[in-house]
């Protein structure tokens, strides 16, 4: 069974289309998984990003989802940046059709904005990570 750590929540910040959302941290030693989450509120999450070690069928690969009454399609990306106990940053944009995702190693990413909104005010982070900066711009 997995047990999801809430590591942190930030609620009311705006994360408007066109600003770059930032992300450092590190996976702690052991870590199966973690995942950050923008959206509206913790039901209503537009994009899912889940950078998955070694969890169920899937290692070392990155998949991004939506849920809004129940999750969609899986989408998955094999470049995959993160080790256990090194930093990471990855940086999040949006436009109204897509999220764009740089990951550490350059790997550019996207995924389809499903919502189609043009802000968000939720973000969380969950799992075996400890976050070291979050900055808006």
């Given amino acids: 069974m997995l047990i999801s ?26 870590c199966s998984l973690f995942s950050i989450n923008i959206g509206h509120d913790a039901d209503n999450i537009a994009l899912h990003f889940n ?3 070694n969890y ?4 070392n690969v990155i998949v991004c989802n939506s849920n809004r009454g ?4 899986e989408v998955k990306e094999h470049s ?14 949006f436009n109204n059709d897509q999220f764009y995702i740089k990951l550490s190693n350059g790997t550019m990413m996207s995924f389809p ?23 808006l711009k």
């Fill in 5 to 30: 750590v809430q590591v942190f929540t930030v609620k009311d910040m705006t994360f408007k289309a066109g600003q770059e959302l930032t992300i450092t941290g590190k996976p702690k030693s052991g």
């Fill in 51 to 53: 950078p998955r070690f």
């Fill in 56 to 59: 169920e069928s899937d290692n």
């Fill in 70 to 73: 129940g999750w969609g399609e």
């Fill in 80 to 93: 995959f940046p993160f080790d256990q106990g090194e930093a990471f940053k990855v940086v999040f944009s």
């Fill in 113 to 135: 904005n499903r919502f189609g909104d043009d802000s968000f005010k939720h973000v969380d982070v969950q799992g075996d990570v400890k976050v070291q900066g979050i900055k």
